[in-house]
């Protein structure tokens, strides 16, 4: 059974940093996506970034317009582990943060509809 579990949020003032820890366990990273989700109160939930792997290979790194210059997704494909670096906070990036994975006929990194397991999220608020 594939299990995904987020870890490293919590409260922030705007411009700090933070660190998510998402771990997998049921399923190799070797041919993969690995997405970080958010869903802010009263919205829906929204891509944030994503890796992908082929063959145990990095093949692609995805990130929501918003977010990019201040977050940065890496992953660590031997221990099934991927990381959301999350710098310059905005009290806009106030969400809870889920992570997901999906199976090997993944298509579109960015779409929620392609992850099959999702964590239960982590709580990211941003005080301005």
């Known amino acids: 059974q594939v299990q995904v579990v987020e870890s490293g949020g919590g409260l922030v003032e705007a411009g700090g940093s933070l660190r998510l820890s998402c771990a997998v366990s049921g399923r190799a990273f070797s041919t993969t996506a690995m997405g970080w989700f958010r869903q802010a109160p009263g919205k829906g939930r929204e891509f944030v970034a994503a890796?992908?792997?082929?063959?145990?290979?990095?093949?692609?790194?995805y990130y929501l317009d918003s977010v990019k210059g201040r977050f940065t997704i890496s992953g660590d494909n031997a221990k099934n582990t991927v990381f959301l670096q999350m710098n310059s906070l905005k009290p806009e990036d106030t969400a809870k943060y889920y992570c997901?994975?999906?199976?090997?006929?993944?298509?579109?990194?960015?779409?929620?509809?392609?992850?099959?397991?999702w964590g239960q999220g982590t709580q990211v608020t941003v005080s301005s």
């Open positions: 890796l992908t792997w082929q063959s145990w290979s990095l093949t692609g790194t």
């Open positions: 997901a994975t999906a199976p090997e006929r993944w298509v579109d990194a960015t779409s929620m509809d392609e992850y099959d397991y």
